[in-house]
């Protein structure tokens, strides 16, 4: 089943006849006692409100979370926000699906990605550091599996399919920029390793094979603790391999790796135990919170459906964006599109 109907065109008045990705799925009662749904509605170009009236009964504990549905409605504007009134709505089966075709996805290739990733790696010098990113991203198939596909969030930033890679290359390629531009004062293998890891539990925190969501682990020890189990594990293992080092894993450079992961949302409040008690640190800190907000940001704006240089109000950063001229450019073209 071909999909020719993405959620980014819709218009209000649009008929809808189209399967989308279940993100989330609610039952309420109305004013008048009747129950309805309230749903998510998601493909790769976006996601969209929905509502059920009809046959409630029939479709609670069917039309769930991650399942795809065909969906029969109409669009509509509902206080200034698109939203699907679903008349009929029909579960399909995996085997009808494209599954790609629901999933937002990074518009880089995750290889390409990797692959700059591993130059880096090897272009480490101290042997420890170096030995420690070799162990996690080069040898360890699981995880170079899952860091090519694991997005860096659920919601706000890089939060679609490749999302983390295309997060940590970005952050990498300004801390080598900085190690450059600041020279001696900054260790630029000790910056690289909290760019790659600082983020790294994520690839366990959270689920991806369909909506994204967090896991148990996630839920309960969170990435940055389960960054350090994994550096902790890899170190072990290391220096149980014979050659693979100088010498013993030096305490200091395991104290200093771990810190700069825990340490990265910059303060306690934000959940990180420690806040940056190294240069280090607080720069990793720093360039993750830009490398975040400019990802996020764009992505607003490029979603933004208002006409003209404005975006409608951002809820998480409080504020009216003004659209640069690509912004402004991308919406007219979609409109003819959609128009013609
Ligand atoms: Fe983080
Ligand atoms: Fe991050």
């Not at 029939?58 to 409605?73: A, E, F, L, N, S």
């Not at 389960?226 to 395991?254: C, H, N, S, W, Y």
């Not at 951002?314 to 128009?339: I, T």
Request: overall charge negative; hydrophobic content about 40%.
């Amino acid at each position: 089943m071909k999909k020719t109907q993405f959620v980014r065109d819709l218009k209000e008045k649009d008929p809808v006849a189209s399967p989308f990705l279940v993100k989330f799925s609610a039952t309420a009662v109305g004013k008048n006692g009747k129950p309805y749904m309230n749903l998510i509605l998601m493909d790769k170009s976006g996601e969209i409100e929905a509502r059920v009236w009809e046959d409630v009964a029939m479709h609670i504990g069917q039309v769930v979370r991650d399942t795809i549905v065909w969906v029969d409605g109409r669009c509509q504007s509902y206080q200034g926000r698109r939203q699907v009134v679903a008349e009929k709505l029909q579960v399909l089966r995996e085997d009808e699906v494209q599954l790609k075709d629901y999933l937002p996805e990074s518009h880089l290739d995750s290889e390409v990605l990797y692959q700059r990733l591993l130059d880096w790696v090897g272009s480490m010098k101290d042997p420890f550091y170096r030995a420690l990113a070799e162990a996690v991203f080069r040898d360890d198939a699981e995880i170079a599996d899952r860091v090519k596909r694991a997005p860096a969030a659920k919601s706000i930033h890089h939060a679609y399919k490749t999302g983390l890679l295309e997060h940590v290359v970005s952050i990498t390629g300004i801390l080598d920029g900085l190690s450059q531009h600041y020279g001696e004062i900054l260790d630029r293998d000790l910056l690289f390793l909290g760019g790659f890891f600082h983020d790294i539990g994520k690839i366990w925190e959270l689920s991806y094979d369909r909506v994204t969501d967090y896991t148990d682990e996630g839920k309960l020890i969170g990435h940055l603790v389960m960054g350090v189990e994994l550096i902790d594990r890899k170190i072990r293992e290391l220096e149980a391999q014979d050659g693979r080092m100088p010498g013993p894993f030096p305490t200091d450079k395991k104290l200093l790796v771990k810190h700069l992961v825990l340490a990265h949302h910059g303060k306690l409040e934000y959940g990180s135990p420690k806040e940056p008690q190294c240069i280090e640190a607080l720069v990793v800190h720093m360039i993750d919170d830009l490398d975040s907000k400019v990802n996020a940001i764009s992505k607003f704006i490029e979603n933004d459906q208002t006409p003209g240089r404005w975006t409608a109000l951002s809820r998480n950063f409080e504020r009216y964006f003004y659209k640069p001229d690509w912004a402004v450019e991308k919406l007219l073209k979609s409109q003819m599109k959609s128009e013609s």
